[in-house]
T-cell receptor, first 109, second 115 residues
Framework: LAKTTQPISMDSYEGQEVNITCSHN???????ITWYQQFPSQGPRFIIQ???TKVTNEVASLFIPADRKSSTLSLPRVSLSDTAVYYC??????????FGTGTRLKVLA | DAGITQSPRHKVTETGTPVTLRCHQT?????MYWYRQDPGHGLRLIHY???????DKGEVSDGYSVSRSKTEDFLLTLESATSSQTSVYFC??????????????FGPGTRLTVL
């Protein structure tokens, strides 16, 4: 499984766009990149998944460069309710995903 | 929200006692997982099930056993609880592990304290 590296924490203000970058230098050809969000006292929740280029849904965008050695989760115009821990996972056809410690995002008023 | 319940939601027990945590799903998903979450370690996979009576170990399986006698239930047992097993335990389910369709749905968690 490819190892991922993300910042431990980030602060942002309401209304700003937040970009969280994940490094995965050893990503394999078949690996997908998946992001989860976890609020305090809750289990993680799937946000977005992608393989290459750009993926967008109602919650976030995921940017993946051509070499796929990193990916960026973009949250547009964050609000206080986006304060959470965000996990980047990389893998394919396996149940053994490594969640790691994630990035703790704090949105300030 | 996916139909996943965990019981109990909170439990305090003493070192050396057996503990069983239950995960129940109403989604008929094939795959079920038990994770533990501790400060500084994130989420770590304990055990996994890929069908009735089919289970496998995760990265932190020592001291834990699991059973899955029905599709909807996945039990995690601590045979003899230790203080190092104090943690928040999450159950998760997924319909598939295919690379493009492997979303995991998590339960509300069980907070276990071993004194």
């Amino acid at each position: 499984l490819a190892k991922t590296t993300q910042p431990i924490s980030m602060d942002s203000y309401e209304g700003q766009e937040v970009n969280i970058t994940c490094s995965h230098n050893n990503i394999a050809t078949n690996d997908y990149i998946t992001w989860y969000q976890q609020f305090p006292s809750q289990g993680p929740r799937f946000i977005i998944q992608g393989y290459k280029t750009k993926v967008t849904n109602e919650v976030a965008s995921l940017f993946i460069p051509a070499d796929r050695k990193s990916s960026t989760l973009s949250l547009p115009r964050v609000s206080l309710s986006d304060t959470a821990v965000y996990y980047c996972l990389v893998g394919s056809g396996t149940y053994k995903y490594i969640f790691g410690t994630g990035t703790r995002l704090k949105v300030l008023a | 929200d996916a139909g996943i319940t965990q019981s109990p939601r909170h439990k305090v027990t003493e070192t050396g006692t057996p503990v069983t945590l239950r995960c129940h799903q109403t989604e008929n998903h094939r795959y079920m997982y038990w994770y533990r979450q501790d400060p500084g370690h994130g989420l770590r996979l304990i055990h996994y099930s890929y069908g009735v009576k089919d289970t496998d170990k995760g990265e932190v399986s020592d001291g834990y056993s699991v059973s899955r006698s029905k599709t909807e239930d996945f039990l995690l047992t601590l045979e003899s609880a230790t203080s190092s097993q104090t943690s928040v335990y999450f159950c998760a389910i997924s319909e598939s592990i295919a690379r493009e369709n492997n979303e995991q749905f998590f339960g509300p968690g069980t907070r276990l304290t071993v004194l």
